[in-house]
């Protein structure tokens, strides 16, 4: 009964590894997106549909009693594959990701989607100051580095694909939410700079999922408040 973790943008796996150290479980897959640290797989497009497409073939996989759980961009695919495909879990935990009509995108996700101001955006973006940006948010230093490090022609590329990709996916995915079958936990950082957590409760509410909210956490809470994300990720576990 494998624990399935999946990031979000711009991380690797690794943004997962200080919650991990505080799971008891040891049953856990990191998944990478695709175009994250490494290539992109013959004929991939880096888009909203596709990277869920991938997920549920990944998800079909590994098989079992998966337990999934996302964060950010890996949030809202979790959102996305378990209303597609809601067999292929046991349950399903994300947050850090707003999928609700009403919601506008932070600045930064706009300046992707704006073509010509993306590409500008991304040029400057340079492993020597991401880094320091991230660890301010509340990323262990390791974390940082190595998601700064993975920053490279490919991830800008498939960042900026995506966020194109999903200019109105409130629109195009939540009317799926409601073939959600799978008990769910939605966890939200209380000081979110990108999503106000209100948009996580109201999504729990939405499809009769538990809401967790981290007090004094930013974006990252898996990063920020591993011990406290760890214990709501078991509580939640323990409660199926």
């Known amino acids: 009964m494998p624990a399935v973790f999946v990031h979000g943008v711009p991380d690797t796996p690794g943004v997962w590894r200080p919650t991990l150290d505080k799971l008891a ?39 079992g009693a998966i337990d999934l759980v996302g964060h950010d961009w890996g949030g809202l695919l979790v959102y996305r594959a378990v209303s597609l495909e809601p067999s292929l879990v046991r349950s399903w935990a994300a947050g850090g990701a707003p999928l609700d009509p009403d919601y506008v995108w932070h600045d930064m996700a706009q ?92 999504l729990a509410g939405h499809v009769g999922a538990k809401f967790a909210l981290i007090e004094d956490c930013g974006h990252w809470w898996e990063a920020e408040r591993p011990a406290e994300t760890a214990a709501a990720l078991e509580a939640f576990w323990a409660s199926l």
């Open 25 to 63: 479980r040891k049953d856990v897959v990191t998944l990478r997106l695709p175009g994250f640290g490494c290539a992109l797989p013959e004929g991939f497009t880096p888009a909203k549909d596709d990277y869920a497409a991938w997920l549920v073939d990944e998800l079909g996989k590994i098989g």
């Open 111 to 202: 300046a992707w989607q704006t073509p010509g101001v993306g590409e500008e955006v991304m040029r400057q973006i340079v492993p020597e100051a991401m880094a320091p940006g991230l660890m301010a948010q509340g990323q262990p230093k390791d974390v940082a580095e190595e998601s700064a490090a993975a920053l490279d022609d490919t991830m800008k590329a498939a960042i900026l694909s995506l966020y194109r990709s999903a200019v109105d996916v409130g629109k195009a995915w939540y009317p799926g939410l409601s073939r959600i079958t799978a008990p769910g936990l939605v966890i939200f950082g209380a000081r979110d700079p990108y999503v106000d957590w209100r948009f996580g409760e109201t």
